[in-house]
């Protein structure tokens, strides 16, 4: 077998650069711009239908399905902002009547007093009360009582008995002798309101806390008030404990006493509707 050179079973490849694809003449420079449907002439076609042919067939198409036009969201805005107005309004009216319903609950309160922490078996509620000013308070003058009636169930020797006294001189007598009663069980305090009892009850556990950690601090009572080292403070429903100068209370505690009821006071605002009744256990 005669020899032969590789070459001649193997066609040689040359070198030819690719040809490229031309790309298809672009159709978009045959094609008209598209219009805006807004800005074409009503008697424009678009399809088989005008364009006012088809603005119409579109209104008719939302009416039908109930969809909210501008106009309609225009007006649904307006009454949602008069609806808020008169809810703002209604609010300041009802807090209005609620401070007014307080100061009027005050007034009818002012010459009321509670007594207890004694047994009474005498169904004659007046007369009780008359021996305990005389032999307790030390009392001689004669005290003019409305009337007098127990504060919860009938038949209990020890709950409490609402006294309301016909002249304010008297209660105010009366209220100057309860410091005799320091440590004796009795107590004698003005007939609150639900709403006072309720701040009180509150600042009474701010006083027991502030007790906990300094003994030795000069502590009042002053109706709503919570006099602490002649700093006064009091227990607003909406904001919480707060200076009388409308400060952070237990900031306030902390940079002048030293003293951190931070955790203490945050959860007695975590309970605002706390039983307002532990309120009638706390004396002047």
């Known amino acids: 077998m005669s020899q032969r050179s590789l070459p001649e079973f193997f066609t040689p490849r040359l070198d030819t650069p690719k040809r490229r694809r031309s790309s298809p003449p672009s159709e978009d420079k045959k094609r008209p711009k598209k219009k805006i449907l807004g800005a074409m002439d009503t008697e424009e076609k678009v399809g088989q239908l005008t364009v006012s042919q088809l603005m119409e067939s579109i209104s008719n198409l939302i009416d039908g399905k ?8 225009a ?6 902002a008069a609806l808020k107005k008169e809810n703002s309004d209604l609010r300041k009216k009802i807090d209005n009547l609620n401070v007014r319903l307080n100061v009027y609950d005050r007034n009818m309160r002012k010459n009321n007093l ?51 006294f016909v002249r304010g001189e008297d209660v105010n007598l009366i209220m100057s002798r309860v410091g005799c009663l320091r440590g004796t069980g009795f107590f004698v305090h003005r007939d609150y309101s639900q ?10 556990n701010v006083k027991n806390e502030i007790l906990k950690l300094k003994k030795d601090v000069s502590i009042t009572f002053k109706r709503d008030t919570l006099v602490v080292d002649n700093i006064e403070f009091k227990w607003d429903l909406d904001k919480g404990f707060q200076s009388s100068q409308g400060e952070d209370g237990a900031e306030l505690l902390k940079a002048k006493l ?27």
Not at 129 to 141: A, M, N, S, Y
């Open 66 to 73: 109930g969809l909210a036009t501008k106009q309609d969201l």
């Open 114 to 164: 509670v007594f207890g922490g004694f047994e009474h078996k005498d169904p004659d509620f007046v007369a009780v009360i008359e021996d305990f000013l005389k032999q307790v308070l030390k009392i001689e003058r004669n005290i003019v009582i409305g009337r007098a009636f127990p504060l919860g169930k009938q038949g209990l020797n020890r709950c409490p008995i609402l006294v309301e």
């Open 195 to 204: 709403e006072e009892r309720i701040v009180r009850s509150k600042l009474s």
């Open 258 to 284: 030293n003293l951190d009821l931070k955790d203490a006071v945050m959860r007695l605002g975590a309970n605002p509707s706390e039983n307002a009744s532990q309120g009638r256990q706390h004396t002047d």
């Open 75 to 80: 007006s649904t805005n307006l009454e949602i």
